[in-house]
Nanobody, 123 residues
Framework: QVQLVESGGGLVQAGGSLRLSCTAS????????MAWFRQAPGKEREFVAV????????RYADSVKGRFTISRDNALNTVYLQMNSLKPEDTAVYYC????????????????WGKGTLVTVSS
């Protein structure tokens, strides 16, 4: 089992920045590909970013590319999401996930989820 706890959400004005953190406990964190998803009110959960277990490979949703950066520190069992130039449409609950990524099919399979942290971007 892996327990994931997100933090760092809050209220920010458009154009501002936030850094989300997700700390893992339980099974070895470093073996997992880590990802961030988000779910806006009334919408389905969507992929935001993913990072390989060593941190050398990352992928982003087109909607956040160039504004968000995912990183990880395996010594601290933590994955981060630096969010810059935030827009009102980034408002959502952000979830951390631990799982596996298939490069051949470009699909991510989450095995564990955190409970989420709310990000609200005001215009």
């Amino acid at each position: 089992q892996v327990q994931l706890v997100e933090s760092g959400g809050g209220l920010v004005q458009a154009g501002g920045s936030l850094r989300l953190s997700c700390t893992a406990s339980g099974r070895t964190f470093s073996v997992y590909t880590m990802a961030w998803f988000r779910q806006a009110p009334g919408k389905e959960r969507e992929f935001v970013a993913v990072i390989s277990w060593r941190g050398g490979s990352t992928r982003y949703a087109d909607s956040v590319k160039g504004r968000f950066t995912i990183s990880r520190d395996n010594a601290l069992n933590t994955v981060y999401l630096q969010m810059n130039s935030l827009k009102p449409e980034d408002t959502a609950v952000y979830y951390c996930a631990a799982g596996t990524y298939s490069s051949s099919s470009s699909t991510y399979r989450p095995d564990y989820w955190g409970k989420g942290t709310l990000v609200t971007v005001s215009s």
